[in-house]
Every structure is written in C-alpha cells, then in structure tokens.
C-alpha cells in the first residue's frame, strides 16, 4: 500500500530545524568518499558562479643553461600560471507531506524525510565528484591493455597495477597526503578509491596490509580499509563503473533514410548518443547525428542506402571486452592519486546540504485549508574539477564473478 508523502506542522521550530539539518548531514556523510580527499575552495558571495584555481609551472633544471659564467649576469626567468576553471551548480529535492499523514503516521515522517534525503543528496554529490575526478585522461589499463574496450575479464586490479600507478605518480613529482581526516599527522601517503570487487581481488595477495594489521596505530580514514606500498585504501560503492550505454535492436528503418527507430533508449543511451558518437549496427559503424528520447529514434550523420532489417543488434563500444552477443563487459574505475590533484568548490562555504521546511498553510492561497507542508533539502552550490591530471591515475579493469 502506498501513501501520500505529502509533513505535518509541529517540528518546524528553531531547535527542530536544527536537529533536522544535523540529520540531513550526517546521513550525507555516510555517502561521501571521493568529495573527502579534494582541494576546498569556496567563492565569495556576490562574486559569481565561477572559480578559478591557479598553479605555477615548475622551472625546468638545465645544468648547462644554469651554469653561470664568471662575471656575467644571467637573463631571468618567467614565471608561468596555468589555470583550471570551475562553475558550482545546485542540487535538491523535497517530499510533500499531508496533514493527516502527519497526525496518524506511526513514524517520525519529517526525521524519516530528512534522513532519505540525506542519503539522495549525498549520492548525487558523490556522483558528481568521481565523474569530475573520472574525467581525466592520465589512464592506465590493466595487463597492458590499450584501451577500455580491449579489457577483458582477466584483465583485473593487482599489486602490479597499484605499483604501476605509484611509480607514475612518483615520476610526476605528485604531492602525497600527510594528514589524516581530522587533520592528525600521518605517514606521508597516496589515496586509492576502489570499489568492493576491486578490493576483494586485491585483498588475495599477501602484500596486502588491511587495517586490522596495521603496525602503529593512526587515525583513519573513513572508509579505510588497507594499505599497500605507500597508497592508504578507501572504499566507497559508488566507485565508477563504465558500462555500456547502448544496447537494443533497430524497430524500423527505411532504405536511403538517416533515421532509425530503435526497440528502446534508456537514460544511459540517450546521454551517449550525442552528435559525434560512435554506434554499431549489425557489423557496420556510423556516426550519431541526434537522438529524440521520446520518439526513440537515432539521426545519423549520412542516410543508409539499404533498409536495416528490424531486429539488428544495435550497441556502443564505451565499455569492455563485447561477448559473443555484443554485450560489452562492465569496466570499473579505481583512482590512484595525490594531494591537490583535484578541488571540490562550493559558494561561501555553504556547500553542506541544509534543510527546508514549509509548514502547513505557508503557501498561502495555493494551500487554502492548510493541509500540506513540505521537507525539502538543497546543496546551495557545489562542482568538482581535477587540478592537476598527472597526479591522479585512473586505473580501468575487470572484476571478479
């Protein structure tokens, strides 16, 4: 049975709204990983939706260019800036809540609201950040493998690949964390995200050190799990995963016609099929020109001369391995990476979640016999952007069954 999510009037005093704003973090925390290890920056009020980060370019050692000769001066050198751009967006929701609901509900509805949206908001946040932090192009595919769609299911995380990306990171001079999560010192370190299965295969090896056996007791981490040759382990369920966007049959088609109707479009395929993108149909590519979600129907970039059988496999090639069916395999994401190698930027500080409570009869006219209140929570402003690719390595691979 489904009821009406439309809160009641009685908790929306000063105290209430603060225990309900404690509430709503608190649970947005309990989703928040890749948001935690991040450069913080916030943009002063009234001075716009963008930030700007800047970073000098390191001078280059030339011993025979620095050599100086008696009595001669030197030119100078310039100094070089190079500049990342970001601009913050808003998120958030809200529950509408009957009177009646509020006085005959067994539950806390308003407690029960804040925390749901806690955990929605907190997630967004989280999806929003990996996929800025998943965006860069310093990536490293397992066993030696060219590119995603080449991985295959041998192809998983392994100590191998976790050195791979240190010595990377070394080679780039990346800084490393030297502090823990409540800003205590620690042992100079790297961060690695990954997800359950990605640690389930690396937590085979012996090398691996998880938490339980640490040498000297630190403070850890959320989420912390391990520790294997100097990158600390952290791991979060929302870690990326790449899979594939397209995968459905052609429902009709006309011969010398661009357009081809499709069987379905999910959310996935409609994001992917953008002008530009790469789409197989049967055993030929073409290029997308539009997509129309609603009448599911894909505009190539030249019309095909032969009518397309209803029925032909239609997919993407954005992921794994295909399978005898064309059903590309699923590739996940762990990230390897260094201090200040990416920034989280929110407005004034105010990037923590807060709640929004209207009570009965708060809208006026539009609730004339005030019988609904609403529970709503918003992340004022926040986005996410790398700093510095070469200090966070993104290492793609298959997972264990």
Same mark, same amino acid.
């Given at each position: 049975?489904?009821?009406?999510?439309?809160?009641?009037?009685?908790?929306?005093?000063?105290?209430?709204?603060?225990?309900?704003? /404690?509430?709503?973090?608190?649970?947005?925390?309990?989703?928040?990983?890749?948001?935690?290890?991040?450069?913080?920056?916030?943009?002063?009020?009234?001075?716009?939706?963008?930030?700007?980060?800047?970073?000098?370019?390191?001078?280059?050692? +030339?011993?025979?260019?620095?050599?100086?000769?008696?009595?001669?001066?030197?030119?100078?050198?310039?100094?070089?800036?190079?500049?990342?751009?970001?601009?913050?967006?808003?998120?958030?929701?809200?529950?509408?809540?009957?009177?009646?609901?509020?006085?005959?509900?067994?539950? #806390?509805?308003?407690? +029960?609201?804040?925390?749901?949206?806690?955990?929605?908001?907190?997630?967004?946040?989280?999806?929003?950040?990996?996929?800025?932090?998943?965006?860069? =192009?310093?990536?490293?595919?397992? #066993?030696?493998?060219?590119?995603?769609?080449?991985?295959?299911?041998?192809?998983?995380?392994?100590? &191998?690949?976790?050195?791979?990306?240190?010595? =990377?990171?070394?080679?780039?001079?990346?800084?490393?964390?030297?502090?823990?999560?409540?800003?205590?010192?620690?042992?100079?370190?790297?961060?690695?995200?990954?997800?359950?299965?990605?640690?389930?295969?690396?937590?085979?090896?012996?090398?691996?050190?998880?938490? =339980?056996?640490?040498?000297?007791?630190?403070?850890?981490?959320?989420?912390?799990?391990?520790?294997?040759?100097?990158?600390?382990?952290?791991? &979060?369920?929302?870690?990326?995963?790449?899979?594939?966007?397209?995968?459905?049959?052609?429902?009709?088609?006309?011969?010398? =016609?661009?357009?081809?109707?499709?069987?379905?479009?999910?959310?996935?395929?409609?994001?992917?099929?953008?002008?530009?993108?790469?789409?197989?149909?049967?055993?030929?590519?073409?290029?997308?020109?539009?997509?129309?979600?609603?009448?599911?129907?894909?505009?190539?970039?030249?019309?095909?001369?032969?009518?397309?059988?209803?029925?032909?496999?239609?997919?993407?090639?954005?992921?794994?391995?295909?399978?005898?069916?064309?059903?590309?395999?699923?590739?996940?994401?762990?990230?390897?990476?260094?201090? +200040?190698?990416?920034?989280?930027?929110?407005?004034?500080?105010?990037?923590?979640?807060?709640?929004?409570? /209207?009570?009965?009869?708060?809208?006026?006219?539009?609730?004339?016999?005030?019988?609904?209140?609403?529970?709503?929570?918003?992340?004022?402003?926040?986005?996410?952007?790398?700093?510095? #690719?070469?200090?966070?390595?993104?290492?793609?691979?298959?997972?264990?069954?």
């Amino acid at each position: 049975m489904s009821i009406n999510t439309t809160i009641t009037t009685r908790t929306t005093t000063g105290f209430n709204k603060t225990f309900y704003d /404690k509430k709503l973090l608190e649970t947005a925390k309990t989703r928040l990983v890749h948001a935690n290890f991040g450069q913080k920056r916030s943009i002063p009020e009234h001075q716009g939706k963008r930030v700007e980060f800047r970073r000098y370019e390191l001078f280059t050692p +030339d011993a025979d260019r620095l050599t100086l000769q008696e009595g001669v001066t030197p030119d100078g050198q310039s100094l070089e800036q190079s500049t990342v751009e970001a601009e913050v967006r808003q998120y958030g929701a809200y529950i509408e809540v009957s009177d009646l609901l509020g006085l005959t509900a067994f539950d #806390n509805v308003v407690n +029960d609201g804040a925390e749901l949206l806690g955990e929605q908001l907190g997630t967004v946040i989280e999806w929003v950040t990996r996929d800025a932090m998943c965006a860069g =192009s310093n990536v490293q595919y397992a #066993n030696g493998k060219t590119n995603r769609a080449a991985l295959t299911a041998d192809d998983r995380l392994s100590v &191998s690949e976790i050195r791979r990306a240190v010595r =990377s990171l070394k080679k780039a001079k990346a800084r490393m964390f030297a502090t823990a999560e409540d800003g205590s010192a620690r042992k100079p370190h790297f961060v690695c995200i990954c997800s359950p299965d990605a640690t389930y295969d690396l937590q085979s090896d012996p090398l691996w050190q998880d938490v =339980s056996k640490y040498a000297n007791a630190e403070q850890l981490y959320s989420g912390e799990i391990g520790r294997l040759f100097g990158v600390v382990f952290v791991e &979060s369920t929302e870690a990326k995963v790449f899979s594939q966007s397209v995968y459905t049959t052609v429902a009709a088609h006309e011969a010398n =016609s661009d357009r081809v109707t499709l069987d379905a479009m999910s959310d996935a395929a409609a994001a992917y099929l953008v002008d530009g993108a790469k789409l197989r149909i049967g055993a030929a590519e073409y290029t997308v020109k539009s997509a129309d979600r609603a009448e599911r129907t894909v505009t190539l970039s030249a019309p095909v001369a032969s009518a397309i059988s209803a029925g032909t496999r239609v997919f993407s090639e954005d992921a794994g391995a295909l399978d005898g069916d064309n059903r590309g395999l699923d590739i996940h994401g762990t990230l390897v990476f260094g201090a +200040d190698a990416y920034g989280v930027i929110d407005v004034n500080g105010g990037g923590a979640l807060r709640t929004i409570i /209207k009570p009965c009869g708060s809208a006026g006219a539009a609730d004339p016999l005030e019988q609904r209140s609403t529970v709503g929570a918003k992340v004022e402003a926040y986005t996410a952007t790398i700093l510095n #690719n070469l200090w966070m390595v993104r290492i793609e691979h298959a997972v264990s069954l």
